[in-house]
């Protein structure tokens, strides 16, 4: 029953508003707005009265004896100005009295020098690699000092060097030895972490719980896994065997640049020439 009613009054509220737009008429155009610079037509009211032959042509007409002299014609009024000969006179004096605009030339920047490409910076020469040498051996320090003044500048930061078991035939890198079994085996867990292989742990003799980290038959060998051991952080020490415990010298040094090692050997008069790990000259 509510719908019903309520599509009742939606008709009516149609019908109503169908009439309202039939019957409200056309609407009345709203005024232009005044364009702003331009003379605007103005109607004037009209102050002239009519003309006065007008009014002798309106009056009535009476009888005038003959003897009367006609009357003497009216001179013709001034033209009066219509309102669209003032409005023309308006816009022609607004136009005279208007300036004439003048133009001002563009202030144009001026154009930047373009700047000069920077010189290319020389590309630096990377410089050789130092290289060591170990000249020898020597019957004494006297020899080894002669050798080094012979070499004389193919030679930077000699230094003598005496071995005192040059006759071995075999030479041991060990660790000293530890206090007990359990200490040896608890450097042996370092040696382990540390990526060093080739150990065992002493256990009988002089050496008991001394730990062994490899045996060599020339001394190169076993100065290398000293130097790999002391980087890791062990102390370990070389020993010797064999041989009559003679001694010999050599010569370590840095060559000069551009030097050949084979004619600073012969130079020097060393039987021997070795590369040499530079690090170990500082």
């Known amino acids: ?8 009054v939606l008709a009516i509220l149609n019908l109503g508003v169908a009439l309202w737009w039939m019957l409200r008429g056309d609407p009345v ?3 232009p707005a005044p364009t702003t610079g331009v003379a605007q037509l103005q109607l004037l009211p009209s102050t002239g009265s009519p003309p006065p032959a007008a009014r002798v042509a309106a009056a009535p007409t009476q009888a005038l004896d003959d003897v009367t002299p006609e009357p003497t014609p009216a001179p013709a009024p001034a033209p009066v100005a219509t309102p669209a000969a003032a409005v023309t006179e308006q816009a022609t004096a607004s136009v005279t009295a208007a300036p004439a605009p003048t133009s ?10 373009p700047a000069a490409a920077p010189a290319a910076a020389p ?3 990377a410089a050789a690699p130092a290289q060591c040498v170990s000249l020898g051996p020597f019957a004494d320090r006297a020899a080894a000092q002669a050798a080094q003044a012979k070499a004389g500048a193919s030679l930077r930061g000699t230094r003598l060097r005496e071995i005192a078991d040059a006759g071995a035939t075999r030479y041991r890198v060990l660790l000293p030895a530890a206090a007990s ?14 990526g060093v292989s080739d150990y065992y742990i002493i256990a009988q003799g002089e050496e008991t719980n001394a730990i062994a980290l490899g045996q060599y038959r020339n001394r190169e060998g076993a100065e290398r ?12 020490r070389m020993v010797a065997s064999g041989g009559d415990g003679s001694a010999q010298w050599w010569l ?31």
């Open 252 to 282: 370590d040094a840095t060559l000069a640049d551009q030097a050949d090692p084979g004619a600073v050997r012969q130079r020097s008069g060393a039987a021997q020439q070795r590369s040499l790990d530079c690090a170990r000259l500082r």
């Open 181 to 194: 079994r359990e200490d040896a085996q608890a450097t042996v867990k370092r040696i382990v972490a540390a």
């Open 225 to 236: 896994r000293m130097a790999a051991l002391s980087a890791a952080g062990f102390n370990a």
């Open 123 to 125: 590309t630096p020469v």
């Open 1 to 8: 029953m509510l719908t019903r009613a309520l599509i009742v």
């Open 29 to 31: 155009p709203a005024a």
């Open 104 to 113: 001002t030339p563009a202030m144009v920047p001026p154009t930047p020098a």
